[in-house]
């Protein structure tokens, strides 16, 4: 069954852009850290001063990680484990980093899948969906 969630998915696969992984670290804190130098959640934006033009709304509508490599590149050119500067990443929501981090870990062979549920916390009285990336540790 592990095996089944080492495989890259439609989704998590990063196509043209599978040569990028080779620099990325072998570790989950390594891997983490390059998603989030790559990533803006969007509730971040006005923390930064990013603003987001009409141009980049586009980014929160990405869905494959080829397509969010794309992205990334085209906006940095620099190795996925050089954090970007706050206006040089990619604008996303919580969906993004999870499929991100999925992909990553799988790439280095650990086991990882997308949850999804629903939090109340966020807003009060309305239930948003909220995505995490849940991987097997074997230790």
């Known amino acids: 069954m592990l095996e089944y969630y080492t495989t ?17 670290p072998d570790d989950v804190h390594g891997l983490v850290q390059a998603v989030t130098g790559l990533l803006m959640h969007e509730a971040h934006l006005a923390a930064y001063k990013v603003e987001l033009t009409e ?10 990680v ?7 590149m085209t906006l940095d050119e620099h190795s996925l484990v ?3 500067a706050p206006g040089k990443r990619l604008i996303v929501d919580c969906r993004h980093f999870t499929v ?3 992909s990553f870990l799988r790439s280095k062979g650990i086991p990882a899948r997308a949850r999804c549920g629903f ?6 009285g309305i239930y948003s969906d909220h995505w995490i990336c849940e991987y097997w540790d074997s230790t």
Request: glycine residues 8%; charged residues 35%.
């Open 119 to 124: 939090g109340g916390y966020f807003q009060p």
């Open 82 to 84: 050089t954090p970007r």
């Open 8 to 24: 890259q998915g439609v989704t998590t696969d990063p196509g043209k852009y599978e040569d990028l992984y080779k620099e990325l």
């Open 100 to 102: 991100l981090a999925c």
């Open 66 to 72: 080829e397509d969010m490599l794309e992205k990334i």
């Open 55 to 64: 141009e980049r709304k586009s980014e929160l509508q990405l869905r494959r």
